[in-house]
C-alpha cells in the first residue's frame, strides 16, 4: 500500500511544479504591452541657476506675432499643470525637434518659490503630440493651424509653487514656408505668457480627490495595484459650477444626478515607482472611462515587475470630468460638464500595505490538498480492504482502487484550481482596466476540463447507483437453502 501513497503523492506533486512552472514562466501572458520603457530617476527635476537667454534669441526682436497664453491651471503632489496654446498669425514655427540626429526638445523654464521661500528656476521637457511628424508645429503653411494647443507637466515637489510669469517656452525654430525648410541655427524663446481668467486661479487635485495605494498582489508574471479613493469631487463641483443653485431641486427628485469620472484614460500613462529609484512606464491599455462614486478602489493589472518592488504608482496626464446627467436620457445637461487635466494621481503606500502572492496561495492551496486527499484515500483504501476482505464480489483491488482515486484527485485538485482563481479574479485580480486578464485562461481551462470529468462522473454515479438496486433486488428475492422446507415451502423458526 506504500506505492498507493507515493504514486498519489508523486502525482500530485508534479501536478504542483506543473502548476508552478507554467505560472513563473508566464504560459498564459498576454502579448507583449507596447510602448513599456525602463527609467532612471523619472523624477529628477533639472535644475537650472537661473535662465540663460544667451543660448536663445528673443522671438518678439523678430515676429511679435507669435504669442503664448496659459489657457488653465491644475496642481498635484508632483506636478503644476497648464494648458497652453502657441499662436502665431504670420508665420510658421517648429516647436521642438525630436529628431535622434536633431533633438532639440519644445523645453519649458520656470521659476519655482520653495517651502523655505527660496527662488529656482528649473526646466521640463514636454512631449512630441504629433502623429505625423518628429517635431510640433504651428502656421498655417506647416501645421495647418494658426495654434498649436497642448499640456505642459512642470514637476515640483510638495509646498512649492510655480510663477506662471517666468514660463518661456526655448528649442522654437523658424520655418520658412516657401524653401519648406527650417532654420535650426537660430534657436528662440518665447516668454510673457498671457494669462486667461481662467488659469488665474489653480486646482488642486487634493481638493477633488484623497487616494492611495491600499494592497498589492501577484499572479505569474503580473502585478495587480489596488488604489482606494475617496472623492470630494460633487463638494468643489458646487463651488466652482456658478448654477449649481439651479439644478438643486432636479437632484433632490432624482431627475438629475452628478457624474465624477476620470476621462481620456487610455490618453494617461503607468508609472510604478519602484524601492530602488528606477521607474517603468506603459501605455494605458483598454478602459477610456472610469467612473468614480463617493468612495472605492481603483485595480491596475501589469506586468514587467513584482509587487514586492514597488514604492508607488502613477497616472500621469489624468482627466476629471464632473458633468450633470438626466436620470430618464443618460445624457450629460448642457453646459454642466467641468473638466480638469492633473499631471498626475500618485498613488502612495500609507502604513503598512499588504501583499498577496497568487501563485503561491495557489500551488500551496493544491499540494495541501494533496496531502489531505491521499491522507483520506489510504484511510478509506485500509476501511474498505479490511470491511470486504472476505467478499469475492466487494474485495478491494488496489490496481482499480489506485486508479479510481488518481481520477477523483485531478477531479478535485481542478476544482481547487478553479475556486482559488474565480476568488482572485473577482476580488485581488479584478481589474478596473478592461484587458487581458491573466485568470481568464485558467478559468477557462479549468472550467472545461471540470465539464469533461464531470461527466465521467455523472455517468461513473448513475451506473453505480444502478449496480446498488440491482443487489438490493437480488438480495430481496434471495431466498437459501436453509430457508426452505422440502415442499417449497418458507420454514417458519420458532424463538428459543
Excluded at 503523492?9 to 525602463?38: E, M
Excluded at 499643470?81 to 540626429?101: H, T
Excluded at 431641486?249 to 438629475?256: Q, R
Aim: net charge positive.
Amino acid at each position: 500500500m506504500n506505492r498507493f501513497v507515493k504514486a498519489l503523492l508523486t502525482a500530485s506533486l508534479v501536478f504542483g511544479s506543473l502548476l508552478g512552472s507554467s505560472l513563473q514562466g508566464g504560459n498564459f501572458a498576454s502579448p507583449a504591452i507596447k510602448n513599456q520603457q525602463k527609467i532612471n530617476n523619472i523624477e529628477k527635476i533639472g535644475v537650472q541657476s537661473v535662465f540663460d537667454p544667451s543660448g536663445y534669441t528673443d522671438v518678439s526682436t523678430f515676429d511679435t506675432g507669435l504669442s503664448i497664453t496659459i489657457v488653465s491651471s491644475t496642481s498635484s503632489k508632483t506636478f503644476h499643470s497648464y494648458n497652453f496654446k502657441i499662436s502665431s498669425s504670420v508665420n510658421c514655427y517648429v516647436l521642438g525637434s525630436y529628431a535622434e540626429n536633431l533633438y532639440y526638445p519644445l523645453t519649458f523654464s520656470y521659476d519655482v518659490t520653495k517651502a523655505d521661500s527660496s527662488v529656482e528656476t528649473r526646466k521640463a521637457v514636454l512631449p512630441l503630440t504629433s502623429t505625423n511628424n518628429n517635431f510640433n508645429a504651428v502656421g498655417a503653411k506647416l501645421s495647418g493651424s494658426t495654434t498649436y494647443a497642448a499640456d505642459a507637466d512642470l514637476p515640483i515637489n510638495e509646498g512649492e509653487t510655480v510663477d506662471v510669469t517666468s514660463l518661456k517656452a526655448t528649442n522654437i525654430f523658424y520655418y520658412d514656408a516657401d524653401t519648406k525648410t527650417a532654420d535650426y541655427n537660430t534657436n528662440y524663446y518665447l516668454g510673457n505668457p498671457k494669462v486667461s481668467y481662467a488659469a488665474s486661479k489653480t486646482y488642486d487635485l487634493a481638493d477633488f480627490l484623497s487616494y492611495s495605494l491600499s494592497s498589492l498582489a501577484d499572479f505569474g508574471s503580473y502585478t495587480s495595484i489596488n488604489c482606494s479613493y475617496t472623492s470630494t469631487a460633487k463638494a468643489k463641483y458646487a463651488e466652482v459650477y456658478s448654477s449649481y443653485a439651479d439644478h438643486q431641486s432636479k437632484f433632490e427628485d432624482g431627475s438629475e444626478y452628478i457624474r465624477v469620472r476620470l476621462t481620456s484614460v487610455t490618453n494617461c500613462t503607468y508609472r510604478i515607482n519602484f524601492k530602488d529609484g528606477t521607474a517603468l512606464t506603459q501605455a494605458v491599455l483598454g478602459t477610456s472611462i472610469i467612473s468614480l462614486s463617493d468612495s472605492g478602489s481603483l485595480r491596475f493589472l501589469l506586468s514587467g515587475f513584482k509587487a514586492d518592488q514597488v514604492e508607488s504608482m502613477e497616472l500621469l496626464g489624468a482627466t476629471l470630468t464632473i458633468d450633470i446627467v438626466n436620470t430618464s436620457t443618460k445624457k450629460t445637461v448642457t453646459s454642466t460638464s467641468r473638466s480638469y487635466r492633473f499631471g498626475s494621481l500618485l498613488f502612495e503606500k500609507e502604513g503598512n500595505v499588504g501583499t498577496a502572492n497568487y501563485t503561491l496561495i495557489l500551488i500551496l492551496s493544491v499540494v495541501l490538498f494533496a496531502l489531505a486527499f491521499v491522507g483520506g484515500a489510504y484511510g478509506m483504501y485500509r476501511y474498505r480492504k479490511e470491511k470486504f476482505k472476505n467478499d469475492e464480489f466487494r474485495r478491494v483491488n488496489n490496481k482499480h482502487f489506485l486508479k479510481r482515486s488518481g481520477l477523483a484527485l485531478a477531479y478535485l485538485e481542478m476544482a481547487v484550481v478553479e475556486i482559488v482563481v474565480l476568488v482572485g479574479r473577482t476580488t485581488a485580480m479584478n481589474n478596473t482596466m478592461v484587458v487581458f486578464n491573466p485568470f481568464d485562461a485558467w478559468i477557462i481551462i479549468f472550467s472545461v476540463g471540470l465539464i469533461i470529468f464531470s461527466g465521467y462522473y455523472i455517468k461513473y454515479f448513475i451506473s453505480l447507483s444502478r449496480s446498488a438496486a440491482e443487489r438490493r433486488r437480488t438480495a430481496k428475492l434471495h431466498i437459501t437453502a436453509e430457508d426452505m422446507n422440502d415442499d417449497g415451502t418458507v420454514a417458519i423458526k420458532k424463538s428459543k
